[in-house]
């Protein structure tokens, strides 16, 4: 593992991602794995929620999923969250709200394809 900060895989970047793994049509999600490699990488529990609410099987997501680190939310990211809410102009959704908690109390970056609801993470927000 490098010494950059970890990355939270945000479930739009796993649906892609197996979506092009199930069909063998390399896209966007595929291409951008060179360059996670030695990175570490994460989920946030609520992206696992709303990986397997969409999967068709969802043994076998969970299963792919297993070899990430999951970090459950806490009372830090509930404080983190509350804090991200109350002082923003327009609230994030609830979900997106837990995800950038999640990263900003791990230090991490999300990888993702929503950056109008990340924006406040700047370049820390890598878009495939």
């Not at 595929?30 to 989920?43: D, E, F, I, M, T």
């Amino acid at each position: 593992m490098d010494n950059r900060p970890p990355l939270l895989l945000d479930s739009s970047f796993l649906i892609a991602l197996e979506r092009e793994t199930r069909t063998r049509r390399a896209g966007p999600a595929v291409a951008l794995l060179p360059r996670l490699q030695g990175r570490k990488l994460c989920l946030s529990v609520v992206s696992v929620e709303e990986f397997l609410e969409g999967a068709a099987e969802p043994n076998a997501a969970a299963r792919a999923l297993a070899r990430f680190t999951v970090h459950p939310i806490g009372w830090a990211h509930a404080r983190r969250c509350a804090l991200l809410q109350s002082r923003s102009a327009q609230r994030l959704g609830e979900n997106d709200a837990w995800i950038l908690a999640t990263a900003e109390t791990l230090g991490a970056e999300i990888v993702g394809r929503d950056r109008p609801a990340f924006t406040r993470l700047g370049a820390r927000y890598l878009t495939f």
